[in-house]
C-alpha cells in the first residue's frame, strides 16, 4: 500500500486533523519564535546542522545495536532530545527545518510507519518543542535565561522538559483517539505504559543536557556521546522486551509469558489456600469470518473482543491471547460459581458490543476449576480440563459457556 493509500485509508476525521496540524504547526514555531523576527547568523547555522548530525549519530549508533536494523516499533528512538536541545540554543523558526531533517534521515535509515503518521509525528514534536521554548529560549536580547546559575535555572530547564513531554503525549493521545482502535493498539498501549513517560523523560534531560554543554562549551559535546549510547539501549529495552511478552494486535500476553505468570501466581495461591479457574474463550466460526470480511476485519474483531474481555476482568486476573481467536484468562480467588458468572458476563458482552462490527461475533467458553488448597495442582492438567469444556460448548451449539466439574487438589 503507498504513502498515498495509507493516508486515504484513515479515517477522514484523522485527514481533516492531519491537514490541520501540517499548517499550525508551521505557524506555531514562527508565532512562538524567541526571537522579535527571523533573524539568521552563521552560528545559529552552525548550531542547527550540529543538532542535525547529532541526531544521524543517535540513529547510527542505534541501527548498530539493532544488528543493521531499525524497529518500526519505538515510541520517538529518543528523537525528541533534538528538538528539545535546539528549542533551548535556536530561535524557534529553526525547529521545523531540523526536526525534518532528523525524521527524513530516520526513515531513510529504516523507520517504516506509515508516512502521515511519521509526518505527524514530527509535527508533534515541534509543537512541543516551541512550547517548551516560551521557557528556556532565547529572549528579545538574544541571551539564553536558563544559562544563568542556582536552582532557578534548573527549574526552569525542569519546568521545560515537564512542558514539552505534556503537549507531546496530548497530541499523540489525540492521534490514539481520532484513529481507529485497530490501527491504534501499540500507540494506545504506550500511551498507558508509565515507563514510556519515565524513559522519554531522561531523553528530554539529555537533549536539556547536551544544550547546557553546547552553549558554554561546545566540544564538550562529545562526551556526551557514550551517554547517547545508552540512551538507544535504554530506548530499545522496552519494546523488545515487550515484544516478547505481549501480542502486537491485541496487547494481551503471549502464551509463554501468561504461562509463566500464570505459574507463579497459582505458586502464591496454593500457599495461601486460595481456589482459582481457567477460561478459555474461543470466536465461534471465526474462519467464516475471515473469508467474508478479510484479515483486516478479522483483525479488528480480535483486537475488539480482546478488549471486550479485558474491560470484564479484573485489574488481578492474567489474560492473554491463546492463539488466532483463542483467549485464555486466569481467575486468581475465584470459585467454581464465580468463574462460571465471569465466563457467562464475557460471553455476553461480546455478543452484544461486537455488533458494531460488520458482522457481530460469538464466543464458546470453556471454565476449568481448581478448589482451594496447599496441595500443587499441574497448570497443564487445568489447561487441558478447560480446553475439554471449550470443546463441550462448541459441540453445544457455540454461544455457550460449559463448566468442568471444580478439580481437588489430591
Same mark, same amino acid.
Given at each position: 500500500?503507498?504513502?498515498?493509500?495509507?493516508?486515504?485509508?484513515?479515517?477522514?476525521?484523522?485527514?481533516?486533523? @492531519?491537514?490541520?496540524?501540517?499548517?499550525?504547526?508551521?505557524?506555531?514555531?514562527? #508565532?512562538?519564535?524567541?526571537?522579535? %523576527?527571523?533573524?539568521?547568523?552563521?552560528?545559529?547555522?552552525?548550531?542547527?546542522?550540529?543538532?542535525?548530525?547529532?541526531? @544521524?549519530?543517535?540513529?547510527?549508533?542505534?541501527?548498530?545495536?539493532?544488528?543493521?536494523?531499525?524497529?518500526?516499533?519505538? +515510541?520517538?528512538?529518543?528523537?525528541? !532530545?533534538?528538538?528539545? !536541545?535546539?528549542?533551548?540554543?535556536?530561535?524557534? $523558526? =529553526?525547529?521545523?527545518?531540523?526536526?525534518?531533517?532528523?525524521?527524513?534521515?530516520? &526513515?531513510?535509515?529504516?523507520?517504516?510507519?506509515?508516512?502521515?503518521?511519521?509526518?505527524? %509525528?514530527?509535527?508533534?514534536?515541534?509543537? !512541543?518543542?516551541?512550547?517548551?521554548?516560551?521557557?528556556?529560549?532565547?529572549?528579545?536580547?538574544?541571551?539564553? +535565561?536558563?544559562?544563568? %546559575?542556582?536552582?532557578?535555572?534548573?527549574? #526552569?530547564?525542569?519546568?521545560?522538559?515537564?512542558?514539552?513531554?505534556?503537549?507531546?503525549?496530548?497530541?499523540?493521545?489525540?492521534?490514539?483517539?481520532?484513529?481507529?482502535?485497530?490501527?491504534? @493498539?501499540?500507540?494506545?498501549?504506550?500511551?498507558?505504559?508509565?515507563?514510556?513517560?519515565? /524513559?522519554?523523560?531522561?531523553?528530554?534531560?539529555?537533549?536539556?543536557?547536551?544544550?547546557?554543554?553546547?552553549?558554554?562549551?561546545?566540544?564538550?559535546?562529545?562526551?556526551?556521546?557514550?551517554?547517547?549510547? $545508552?540512551?538507544?539501549?535504554?530506548?530499545?529495552?522496552?519494546?523488545?522486551?515487550? #515484544?516478547?511478552?505481549?501480542?502486537?494486535?491485541?496487547?494481551?500476553?503471549?502464551?509463554?509469558?501468561?504461562? &509463566?505468570?500464570?505459574?507463579?501466581?497459582?505458586?502464591?495461591?496454593?500457599?495461601?489456600?486460595?481456589?482459582?479457574?481457567?477460561?478459555?474463550?474461543?470466536?465461534?466460526?471465526?474462519?467464516?469470518?475471515?473469508?467474508?470480511?478479510?484479515?483486516?476485519?478479522?483483525?479488528?474483531?480480535?483486537?475488539? @473482543?480482546?478488549?471486550?474481555?479485558?474491560?470484564?476482568? &479484573?485489574?488481578?486476573?492474567?489474560?492473554?491471547?491463546?492463539?488466532?481467536?483463542? $483467549?485464555?484468562?486466569?481467575?486468581?480467588?475465584?470459585?467454581?460459581?464465580? *468463574?462460571?458468572?465471569?465466563?457467562?458476563?464475557?460471553? #455476553?458482552?461480546?455478543?452484544?458490543?461486537?455488533? !458494531?462490527?460488520?458482522?457481530?461475533?460469538?464466543?464458546?467458553?470453556?471454565?476449568?476449576?481448581?478448589?482451594?488448597?496447599? /496441595? %500443587?495442582?499441574?497448570?497443564?492438567?487445568?489447561?487441558?480440563?478447560?480446553?475439554?469444556?471449550? =470443546?463441550?460448548?462448541?459441540?453445544?451449539? &457455540?454461544? /455457550?459457556?460449559?463448566?468442568? *466439574?471444580?478439580?481437588?487438589?489430591?
Amino acid at each position: 500500500m503507498t504513502a498515498l493509500r495509507e493516508f486515504t485509508a484513515a479515517p477522514l476525521r484523522v485527514r481533516v486533523w @492531519v491537514y490541520a496540524v501540517v499548517p499550525l504547526t508551521i505557524a506555531l514555531s514562527l #508565532l512562538l519564535s524567541t526571537w522579535p %523576527s527571523p533573524t539568521f547568523s552563521s552560528k545559529d547555522l552552525f548550531t542547527a546542522a550540529a543538532l542535525v548530525i547529532g541526531s @544521524v549519530l543517535n540513529i547510527e549508533i542505534g541501527r548498530l545495536f539493532e544488528g543493521g536494523r531499525v524497529d518500526q516499533q519505538r +515510541p520517538h528512538k529518543a528523537l525528541s !532530545a533534538w528538538p528539545m !536541545a535546539a528549542t533551548m540554543l535556536l530561535p524557534s $523558526f =529553526y525547529l521545523v527545518p531540523i526536526v525534518a531533517l532528523v525524521y527524513a534521515h530516520a &526513515r531513510w535509515r529504516g523507520v517504516r510507519v506509515a508516512l502521515w503518521k511519521w509526518v505527524i %509525528s514530527a509535527c508533534y514534536l515541534v509543537c !512541543a518543542a516551541a512550547t517548551a521554548g516560551l521557557l528556556v529560549g532565547l529572549d528579545a536580547n538574544g541571551e539564553l +535565561p536558563f544559562q544563568r %546559575s542556582g536552582p532557578a535555572a534548573m527549574l #526552569l530547564v525542569l519546568a521545560a522538559v515537564v512542558v514539552f513531554l505534556a503537549v507531546e503525549a496530548a497530541l499523540l493521545a489525540v492521534s490514539s483517539r481520532l484513529n481507529t482502535p485497530a490501527d491504534e @493498539v501499540w500507540l494506545r498501549a504506550t500511551l498507558a505504559d508509565p515507563a514510556f513517560y519515565l /524513559t522519554e523523560a531522561g531523553v528530554l534531560c539529555i537533549g536539556a543536557l547536551t544544550a547546557l554543554v553546547g552553549a558554554s562549551e561546545p566540544w564538550f559535546v562529545f562526551l556526551l556521546i557514550p551517554a547517547y549510547g $545508552f540512551l538507544q539501549m535504554s530506548v530499545l529495552h522496552r519494546p523488545l522486551q515487550e #515484544l516478547a511478552t505481549r501480542d502486537a494486535k491485541t496487547g494481551l500476553l503471549h502464551f509463554n509469558a501468561w504461562q &509463566r505468570q500464570a505459574s507463579e501466581e497459582i505458586r502464591r495461591l496454593k500457599v495461601a489456600g486460595q481456589p482459582w479457574a481457567v477460561l478459555f474463550a474461543d470466536i465461534d466460526n471465526f474462519r467464516f469470518y475471515n473469508e467474508r470480511h478479510g484479515h483486516l476485519g478479522g483483525d479488528e474483531a480480535i483486537h475488539l @473482543v480482546a478488549e471486550i474481555i479485558t474491560a470484564r476482568v &479484573r485489574p488481578k486476573d492474567v489474560t492473554a491471547r491463546f492463539g488466532g481467536e483463542e $483467549f485464555c484468562v486466569l481467575l486468581p480467588d475465584t470459585t467454581p460459581a464465580t *468463574a462460571e458468572l465471569v465466563a457467562e458476563r464475557i460471553r #455476553l458482552a461480546i455478543a452484544k458490543e461486537t455488533s !458494531a462490527l460488520p458482522e457481530s461475533v460469538t464466543v464458546s467458553i470453556g471454565v476449568a476449576s481448581v478448589e482451594g488448597g496447599r /496441595t %500443587s495442582m499441574e497448570l497443564a492438567i487445568v489447561l487441558a480440563l478447560a480446553d475439554e469444556a471449550l =470443546y463441550a460448548a462448541k459441540q453445544a451449539g &457455540r454461544n /455457550t459457556v460449559r463448566l468442568r *466439574a471444580s478439580v481437588v487438589p489430591s
